[in-house]
């Protein structure tokens, strides 16, 4: 009995080996070829942007929320009578013996007027004890001039080291604080002037708090500011900042009603929220250049069977599909756009594990800072790549490139190979 012709079976060999040589195009169509050249580099392009720009938004998030928790704590815990927090130590301990929050920092903060001889500039300070100051890693680093040892009987002060800049001051020299809440007098409220030896210099990398934020000890700010035994807020940490709302319902408890919790959510919303909308927004907009060089798969697809409409016809007439057909023109398209992807993830990655050192080579060509501290209160370029964002964008490409051969190789399929071959 003579062997019954089977069809191959879907993508097969014969079908691979005709779809990548339609890609190979020939000199005569050179245009197809710049059209699939095109749509290749769009693609990687658009995928590597859109990689590089969501890890230097998640940078820049992470980055200040960084800084800034590292700065103000997760969450603040103050008197609703804007009087001073009272018997803090008994409070810190029930605090801390909720699950989840790690650290409760007593601190007394208060506005004043830090003047030297040569300027003179407003200023916030924090009086907190040595053993809390060493716990916060934003103060105690690498960037710490001068020691923290012995702070708490120092009656000195650590300062911003742009205060110290700004004030030409370095380490044992004075700095004169000025406070208008001072001694009552006949003649009405006195301004209180001391002068404070500075001990040490810190560097948040942020220039608002590097500027502006001096430490002086706990007791020393309690007389300082004359507010007794108590404390201005209470700071807390906990181990997952995004879930901090769940952590203060923990301690919103009947003993506590005196007291008003905030969390960093609602100190800073503002501020984040305008990151998650630019983030948001950047990230439709660069999608558009992935879904341009799409429909440049479209458009060269559709030449392409136009001028390959002879060789379908023949691949009909001896015994391809319409199946097969429309494989074919599917596994050229999507070639070039997992081609595409893969490329654009590759340049997309190089660039993010090199940015800071591509910003630098940029600002020294352009002969400006790209990314000024000063702006952005950033001191460097942050970079934070999410694997599981950076795979999306790399699926919503190949999806984008698989649609975008779907009406082709639609088209070639359904190819009449009669009408095809009739003028031939």
Known sequence: MADTAREPGAFSAYERMVSFRYLRARRKEGFISVITWFSFAGIMIGVATLIIVMAVMNGFRTELMGKILGFSGHANIYTSTAEPVQQFDTIIQRIK????????????????????????????????????????PSINNDKLRGTLDGFDESQGIIIGYRIGWQHRLSIGDNLTIVSPEGPDTIFGNAPRIRDYNVVGMFEIGMSEYDKSVIYMPL???????????????????????????????????PEYQHLQFRTWKQ??????????????????????????AALNIISGLIMLVKDKSRDIAILRTIGASRGGIQRIFFMTGASIGIAGTLAGV????????????????????????????????????????????TASVALMSIVLSFLATLYPSWRAARLDPVEALRYE
Do not use: H
């Open 346 to 389: 590759v340049l997309g990655l190089i660039v993010c594990l090199n940015a800071e050192s591509i910003r630098q080579f940029l600002s020294w060509v352009m002969g400006r800072v790209i990314f000024d501290p000063k702006i952005y209160y950033l001191s460097k370029l942050p970079i934070d790549i999410d694997p599981g964002e």
């Open 219 to 253: 007791t020393e700010a309690q007389e300082y500011f004359d507010i007794g035994e108590g404390v201005s807020a209470i700071e807390v940490m906990v181990e997952d900042a995004d879930k901090i709302e769940g952590y203060m319902n923990k301690l919103r408890r």
């Open 97 to 136: 013996g909720v699950d989840g929050i790690t650290q409760a920092i007593p601190y007394v903060e208060g506005q004043v007027l830090v003047s030297s001889r040569v300027a003179s500039a407003g200023a916030l300070i924090k009086g907190m004890r040595e053993a809390d100051l060493k716990a916060l």
């Open 267 to 292: 100190s800073n919303q503002t501020l984040f929220n305008a990151l998650q909308v630019e983030r948001n927004v950047m990230f439709l907009i660069l999608t558009m250049i992935i879904l341009v």
